[in-house]
């Protein structure tokens, strides 16, 4: 084709959060020099930088004050005492966490370095907070069992992503800025590249890559209320899926406790790691009703599923009673400027409450996404049950599942997660590359493809009145996903959800857009990932009506065991011929003497 942009390079990584950063950073450091990254925002906006809480390692830097209590103050302990924190807790802790659905041996791989990563950050010049004595400060999460989070205020994220950036720059990678990955080229199984759009010109590109490396986060933009950034679309997994490869775990979808009320945006769990209450329109704090020991510190699961109760029994809060007070009044200003100000900010700004003086209200938000395209611990995408790879195809980070986090995430355990297995795939695709992997041929038509679908949105004249708008479709999505798919699912629901999924994408075939120019079409992208939101949502809510069980973030009413006889295993969603998920299932990786299966109770 006369017209083809090419673009050629060793590795292609599509992600500039901690994860494909990470990636770059680490292919470069092991001998790779041919290295590009495309990002559909600046490089320091991928939502990396926005987590504010932690980031987990047991440094063992910090211990709670003998006899103060699971709530009381924290001291730094001396050189030479005792440990009280160990990979082996930490492992333990993620493996409840998961309930039983992470992946052990991944799991033991991303505790064991944890503790190297933090420090490797520090000797970056990451600006960590600090214990008087200088060390790096440690504060409590939930579902941990001791201080663990290592923070730097609550502007975790934004330190380590800037951190790390400066790094890969510094090793010569070359950044893509508001470019967009539309396409994913795999045929027999081989990876060969991707097409992208140059969103600043509207020009299409074919990038040919040995290895193409996926670490493009979440997707909690399927739901109303959602703590995600407006870039958090899926499009990594849904590009991947219609590419061929399976989704794993697509139902289990985190909800975080503290969103702000009617809006989402997250107010980081660091505010109960620092003390924080919960409290109902009584004012009482009904966390001793449901996790009398850990009280506001149990796992996020629990904790949402509690204020959900709450607020369906007719206690929650706010104008129509969908909130919850998250109460930190008792703090006192001097802690809340230290630890907690960009949370402070976040409710002066978007919940007009002054955290110093009066509780603000908050609710459940879809926060993180713990399915996504199957990896194994090196980060290679595998495409069936028995591992076999993609060839060339990897992925960590948000979009991945390795899976770490099983059935619920333990928060700080994501920045680390990205980090540890992002450094991991780097490494792995410079072996690849260096071993002597070649570029591979590709079907130049993939552009023309991209480019007619383009042509499509932007072309009314076959329509005859049947126009469909895409913001509205995302918009009914995602009302459809937070009633029928939310913290609370059942058998009806679930039905519901995976019949306006269906109409939703019917509809869609009819989606045109406004605007035709070519610069920042955002109308376009808008439309593109509309598209991805209903091709993943598809995934998550046959996934979701098939596992006729409770497990972590996976909450069904009819069915609020969990049943480790039928459904200990992950689910693998593979796109049939006829576009419908096909579903099949993949064993657990367990260690049964050290880790079997328990009761999960907080
Ligand atoms: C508000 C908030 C607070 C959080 N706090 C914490 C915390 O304290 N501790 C913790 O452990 N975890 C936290 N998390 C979770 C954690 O931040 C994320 O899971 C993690 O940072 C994801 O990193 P990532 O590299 O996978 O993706 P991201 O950082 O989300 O980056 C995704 C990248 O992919 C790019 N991309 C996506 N699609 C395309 C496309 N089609 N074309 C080109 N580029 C594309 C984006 O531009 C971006 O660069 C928080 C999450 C949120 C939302």
Redesign the pocket.
């Known amino acids: 084709m006369a017209d083809l942009n090419v673009i050629t390079h060793d590795i292609l990584i599509?992600?500039?959060?901690?994860?494909?950063t990470w990636a770059a950073m680490s292919a470069g450091e092991n001998g790779v020099k041919d290295i590009g990254v495309?990002?559909?925002?600046h490089?320091l906006r991928?939502?990396?930088s926005?987590?504010?809480?932690?980031?987990a390692a047991a440094l063992n830097n910090v211990r709670p004050v003998e006899g103060t209590g699971p709530r009381g103050p924290l001291e730094q302990i001396p050189p030479g005492d005792d440990p009280i924190d160990s990979p082996d807790l930490h492992m333990f802790d993620t493996i409840k966490g998961s309930d039983w659905l992470g992946d052990q041996g991944a799991i033991e791989i991303m505790v064991n370095e944890a503790p190297e990563i933090v420090y490797q950050y520090e000797r970056m010049g990451c600006v960590f907070s600090r214990t008087p004595d200088g060390r790096i400060a440690q504060r409590r999460f939930g579902g941990h069992s001791v201080p663990r989070a290592n923070y730097a205020a609550d502007y975790?994220?934004h330190v380590l992503l800037h951190t790390i950036h400066e790094q890969a720059v510094r090793n010569g990678v070359k950044f893509y800025a508001e470019?967009?990955?539309l396409d994913l080229l795999v045929e027999d199984n081989v990876c060969r590249g991707v097409v992208a759009l140059d969103i600043t010109t509207g020009e299409l590109y074919l990038i040919r890559a040995k290895a193409v490396f996926f670490?493009?986060?979440?997707y909690?933009r399927a739901w109303k209320i959602t703590?995600?950034?407006t870039?958090?679309t899926g499009?990594?997994v849904a590009?991947a899926y219609n590419a061929g490869v399976p989704l794993m775990d697509m139902e289990f979808v985190q909800f975080h406790p503290t969103g702000v009320y009617g809006k989402g945006i997250?107010m980081?769990e660091a505010c109960r790691g620092e003390g924080g209450y919960l409290r109902n329109v009584n004012g009482d704090r009904f966390m001793e009703n449901y996790a009398p020991d850990k009280m506001e510190l149990a796992p996020r699961d629990l904790v949402s599923r509690s204020e959900q109760t709450e607020i369906e029994q007719g206690r929650g809060v706010g104008a129509d009673g969908e909130g919850i007070y998250l109460d930190m009044t008792h703090l006192g200003a001097e802690k809340i400027m230290e630890r907690l100000p960009q949370v402070r900010e976040l409710a002066l700004n978007f919940a007009g409450v002054d955290i110093i003086d009066a509780p603000a209200p908050i609710q459940p938000t879809a926060?993180?996404s713990m399915g996504g395209i199957p990896v194994n611990a090196n980060g290679q995408v595998i495409s069936d049950a028995e591992g076999t790879p993609v060839v060339g195809f990897y992925a960590a980070?948000?979009?991945a599942c390795i899976s770490v986090h099983g059935a619920n995430r333990l928060?700080?355990?994501?920045?680390?997660g990205?980090s540890v297995f992002?450094r991991r795939s780097g490494k792995a695709m410079a072996a690849f590359v260096l071993s002597g992997a070649a570029l591979q041929p590709v079907d130049e038509g993939a552009v023309k493809k991209n480019r007619q679908c383009i042509s499509t949105l932007m072309d009314d004249s076959s329509i005859n009145g049947k126009k469909e708008s895409p913001a509205a479709i995302a918009e009914e999505l995602k009302t459809a996903m937070t009633r029928y798919a939310g913290v609370f699912r059942d058998e009806e629901r679930l039905t519901l959800a995976c019949e306006k999924v269906q109409e939703l994408t019917d509809r869609f075939k009819n989606a045109r857009i406004m605007d035709k120019s070519r610069r920042f079409n955002t109308d376009l992208l808008g439309a593109i990932e509309t598209e991805h939101l209903l091709t993943f949502s598809k995934v998550i809510v046959n996934s979701g009506l098939a596992r006729t069980e409770s497990r972590g973030a996976h909450y069904r009413t009819d069915y609020p065991k969990r049943d480790d006889e039928d459904w200990l295993k992950h689910t693998m969603a593979h796109k049939d011929s006829n576009g419908e998920p096909e579903l099949s299932y993949k064993d657990v990786d367990i260690d049964w003497d050290r880790y079997p299966p328990q009761e999960r109770k907080y």
């Open positions: 599509v992600g500039a959060g901690l994860a494909g495309l990002s559909k925002v490089p991928s939502h990396s926005a987590a504010q809480g932690g980031i975790t994220g470019w967009y990955c670490g493009t986060g979440g909690g703590s995600n950034a870039a958090n499009d990594g590009i997250l980081s926060h993180y980070g948000e979009c928060g700080t355990n994501s920045l680390l990205a992002g």
